[in-house]
């Protein structure tokens, strides 16, 4: 599988930001896509996941109510609508899919996802 992160930028506090993963290379709905991020210094964090048939999602404390993940079968294409940013938000965003039998333990975890797009940077002033 190879995954394409965009749409990151340079927007202010409370604005609004959708990022994409376009997907490669085996069939999209065979897998999970789970969304990360790092801050410089930081570690690898997990934000969000959508499961293979979309059907169920997946969000760290720090983005419910923010952040909504979904996905575009037609288009191979996975997404990651951002609003009320703030400036803690701030990382390089990355794309990873789990082709592999969903591990419950690992859903939130790097380990839990075996291809890895190359990650667009946000950035949100305040």
């Known amino acids: 599988v190879q995954l394409q992160a965009s749409g990151g930028g340079l927007v202010q506090a409370g604005d609004s930001l959708r990022l994409s993963c376009a997907a490669s290379?085996?069939?999209?709905?065979?897998?999970?896509v789970g969304w990360f991020r790092q801050a410089p210094g930081e570690e690898r964090e997990f934000v969000a996941r959508?499961?293979?048939?979309?059907?169920?999602?997946y969000y760290a404390d720090f983005v419910k109510g923010r952040f909504t993940i979904s996905r575009d079968t037609a288009k191979n294409t996975a997404y990651l609508q951002m609003t009320r940013l703030k400036p803690e938000d701030t990382a390089v965003y990355f794309c990873?899919?789990?082709?592999?039998?969903?591990?419950?333990?690992?859903?939130?975890?790097?380990?839990?996802?075996?291809?890895w797009g190359q990650g667009t940077q946000v950035t949100v002033s305040s």
């Open positions: 990873a899919a789990d082709t592999g039998v969903p591990k419950l333990g690992e859903l939130r975890r790097t380990s839990g996802y075996d291809s």
């Open positions: 290379g085996r069939t999209f709905s065979g897998y999970a």
């Open positions: 959508i499961s293979r048939s979309g059907a169920n999602t």
